[in-house]
């Protein structure tokens, strides 16, 4: 009996590791692909072979930068609706957390993607301590180039993130905001109600 036991857990570190090793060579040849062309979409079905959950459609220019440990648990902490397009250099950074993103979602090129966050005192022994909050993005959200997203944040349907902007707290659906920290620069209209105004 104890040597079947040995025998299973043999098995299961056996595949663990197995799995691992898949996961890793899958995100590296993602990673690794030329930057043009078919190779945008083919590095996605990549990504979702190693076990992340992406939709359909999906576009990703150059490499993701993840979590250097690319544990198990980052990379299906990772969600990624239909039709995305993300730029190249955007970082996924989700150990011990989430960041799921929406459909038709639009992200720019070197956007940042932050779910952990420290203590603002230094406690002796302690240092900082360490905290991770989920980062949700809606449908149809275009975030502009260089803009980081902080832990905790939801960043609702529609809305835009001006180039280099740091979102600190809850952006509103249709609603455009830029600066560091991130405040409101104005609302978004959209075209049906425009072109109802007018006529």
Excluded at 118 to 127: A, F, K, N, R, T
Aim: with cysteine; net charge positive.
């Amino acid at each position: 009996m104890a040597w079947r036991s040995r025998h299973l857990s043999h098995d299961a570190r056996t595949m663990k590791l197995f799995t691992a090793l898949k996961r890793h060579l899958f995100i590296c040849l993602g990673n690794v692909m030329p930057m043009y062309g078919p190779f945008n979409r083919i590095r996605a079905t990549m990504f979702r072979t190693a076990g992340m959950a992406i939709g359909a459609g999906v576009t990703i220019i150059g490499p993701l930068h993840l979590e250097l440990s690319l544990n198990e648990e980052t990379i299906r902490g990772i969600s990624i609706g239909d039709n995305v397009y993300l730029n190249a250099g955007t970082r996924l950074a989700c150990r011990n957390s989430r960041i799921s993103i929406g459909d038709d979602v639009q992200v720019g090129p070197r956007v940042s993607f932050e779910t952990a966050t420290h203590d603002l005192v230094y406690e002796p022994d302690l240092g900082r301590g360490l905290e991770h909050q989920e980062i949700r993005v809606g449908d149809r959200v275009w975030i502009g180039a260089g803009a980081t997203i902080l832990p905790g944040v939801t960043i609702h349907e529609a809305a835009v993130i001006a180039a280099g902007a740091v979102v600190a707290k809850d952006v509103p659906a249709y609603t455009l905001v830029g600066g560091v920290p991130a405040r409101k620069i104005k609302d978004i209209v959209p075209t049906a109600q425009r072109q109802g105004a007018i006529a």
